[in-house]
Nanobody
Framework: QVQLEESGGGLVQAGGSLRLSCAVS????????MGWFRQAPGKEREFVAA????????YYSDSVKGRFTISRDNAKNTVYLQMNSLKPEDTAVYYC????????????????????WGQGTQVTVSS
């Protein structure tokens, strides 16, 4: 069974930065496309960023492009989300997810395409 565990969330002032980490169990981490999603209170879960198996291709939602960076370390079975210039509207529970099937571009945006999910970590940005 694949397990994902997020860490690094917390409370930060607007304009600040946080780095989320997601540790993935198992030996096949390098075969997964990895994604980050978020869900704010009263809203649906939304796509934030995705990263190809090799790390060569990254995809971002328009709302975070230029501020967030997704990366992975296949030797450590870990994916990261560096979040800079945070805004109050970034406040949400952030989830990492792994998918076994290949995707490209907007094909990586749908949450239903992901097979494994973490429990989430809260990010709160104060104004």
């Amino acid at each position: 069974q694949v397990q994902l565990e997020e860490s690094g969330g917390g409370l930060v002032q607007a304009g600040g930065s946080l780095r989320l980490s997601c540790a993935v169990s198992g030996r096949t981490f390098s075969t997964y496309t990895m994604g980050w999603f978020r869900q704010a209170p009263g809203k649906e879960r939304e796509f934030v960023a995705a990263l190809s198996r090799s790390g060569d291709y990254t995809y971002y939602s328009d709302s975070v492009k230029g501020r967030f960076t997704i990366s992975r370390d296949n030797a450590k079975n870990t994916v990261y989300l560096q979040m800079n210039s945070l805004k109050p509207e970034d406040t949400a529970v952030y989830y990492c997810a792994a998918r076994t099937r290949y995707c490209v571009g907007s094909g990586c945006y749908a949450s239903r395409g992901y097979d494994y999910w973490g429990q989430g970590t809260q990010v709160t940005v104060s104004s």
